[in-house]
């Protein structure tokens, strides 16, 4: 990826993520069947597989391929990813309504209207044991990125690193949304999966 993120570079990520979801696809499954319904990294793997069938059109701009994403997503995952990650690549790729390429600042402005757009929808805070918590941390450090000077690869790599971090700050935690909240103390010592893919979903890129 060079200094701008194109219609072009855009396409070349998101094939890059259904590419990592696919090699990730059994340690998705693994997380999630200690925590949740263990079906995460299938369903992961079939929407991005549904994506990638869908990046051989004609895009205008940036915008138009995230929304594609999303709405893909929507109808492709099942469980709560789908509407989670449609959610989260609708609002950002709306926060990036009308650019041509997306510079640093674009791609922050994109990942924060993810992680805004995954918080609402899941009614989940910082520190609940959810993918919000590897998504709140790279729109931070997305932001100080740009804020200055990053140019788009190293505002995406700020990211993926904080929600590397943010997924790895999940696993002592006791989780108080979805199917793992049911386990109470039994879900410490282990990650939560959309976690997880969320920053193999910001580290595709780099």
Sequence with gaps: MAGVLDTAATVSWI??????????????T?????????DHGANMRRGFAAVTE??????ADPEEVLKTVATTLISTVGGASGPLYGTAFLKGSMAVKGRAE?????????????ADGVKARGKA?????????????AAEA????????ADAQAVLSAAAAAARKGAEE????????????????????HRDPGAESTAFILGAAE
Excluded: C, N
Aim: charged letters at 30%; glycine letters at 14%; a negative charge.
């Design 30 to 38: 693994t997380l999630d069947r200690t925590i949740g319904d263990g």
């Design 102 to 114: 997306l510079d640093g600042a674009g791609v922050a402005a994109f990942i924060r209207g993810a």
């Design 170 to 189: 999940t696993e002592p935690i006791v989780a108080r949304k979805g199917r793992a909240s049911y386990l109470g103390e039994r879900a410490i010592g």
């Design 15 to 28: 094939r890059a993520i259904g590419a990592v979801i696919a090699e990730q696809e059994q340690h998705l």
């Design 125 to 137: 805070e910082a520190g609940d044991k959810t993918m919000v918590d590897a998504w709140l941390p």
């Design 142 to 149: 997305a932001e100080a990125a740009a804020a200055d000077g």
């Design 54 to 59: 869908k990046l051989d059109g004609e895009f």
